[in-house]
């Protein structure tokens, strides 16, 4: 069964960058047919696609934050990771990473608990 | 102001019929991306419920269906149980961005 952890500092100040490692167990992060995704959720509202990665290094970002967030992988760790800088109290938010399925369908069939990063002094 | 537009609530008596649209635009729905949906029970994080309109992941009951006509999507739940009571999320493309809607809680009367 494919597992997803996040894991990183709960807590980042203003204007500094927020680091978040997702590790994948029970299957391999460099498969042809999956990419994979981190998205957002503010605390009570909705959730927000930050973007997603191939193995091999294809990216693609949310245009609204685009210019701040970088991500990438590390296979040999089965790990892939989201840093998003100059943060601000709107980037608060329960962080999930997830497994997207490179089908007609794109579904997201395997997703992370969830970690809660505040933006705070 | 998400892409996808859900109602922000929906209800319904044990064991009735309940649907949730989902209504986009030419540049995702109506190009013809599918649809997938979400269950997020309280706490937790989202889980797939639907995927590529009509379809249900292994271990969904056969109570949920979803289906999709041209620049909308719905989610039907029938026979409602309590434990249904929960969070349901629409998420399509639009070209090569993923887009999610903002969310229908549903409530067990």
């Known amino acids: 069964q494919l597992q997803l952890q996040e894991s990183g500092p709960g807590l980042v100040k203003p204007s500094e960058t927020l680091s978040l490692t997702c590790t994948v167990s029970?299957?391999?992060?460099?498969?042809?047919?999956?990419?994979w995704t981190w998205i957002r959720q503010p605390p009570g509202k909705e959730l927000e696609w930050i973007g997603s990665?191939?193995?091999?290094?294809?990216?693609y970002y949310n245009p609204s934050i685009k210019t701040r967030v970088t991500m990438s992988v590390d296979t040999s760790k089965n790990q892939f990771s989201l840093k998003l800088s100059s943060v601000t109290a709107a980037d608060t938010a329960v962080y999930y990473c997830?497994?997207?399925?490179?089908?007609?369908?794109?579904?997201?069939?395997?997703w992370g608990q969830g970690t809660l990063v505040t933006v705070s002094s | 102001q998400s892409v996808l537009t859900q109602p922000p609530s929906v209800s319904g008596a044990p064991g009735q019929r309940v649907t949730i649209s989902c209504t986009g635009s030419s540049s995702n729905i109506g190009a013809g991306y599918d649809v997938n949906w979400y269950q997020q029970l309280p706490g937790t994080a989202p889980k797939l419920l639907i995927y590529g309109n009509t379809n249900r992941p292994s271990g969904v009951p056969d109570r949920f269906s979803g289906s999709k006509s041209g620049t909308s999507a719905s989610l039907a739940i029938t026979g409602l149980q309590a434990e249904d009571e929960a969070d349901y999320y629409c998420?399509?493309?639009?070209?090569?961005?993923?887009?999610f809607g903002g969310g229908t809680k549903l409530t067990v009367l």
């Open positions: 998420q399509s493309h639009d070209s090569s961005l993923k887009v």
């Open positions: 997830a497994r997207e399925y490179l089908g007609n369908d794109g579904q997201l069939d395997y």
């Open positions: 029970g299957g391999s992060i460099s498969s042809s047919s999956y990419s």
């Open positions: 990665m191939h193995y091999f290094g294809n990216t």
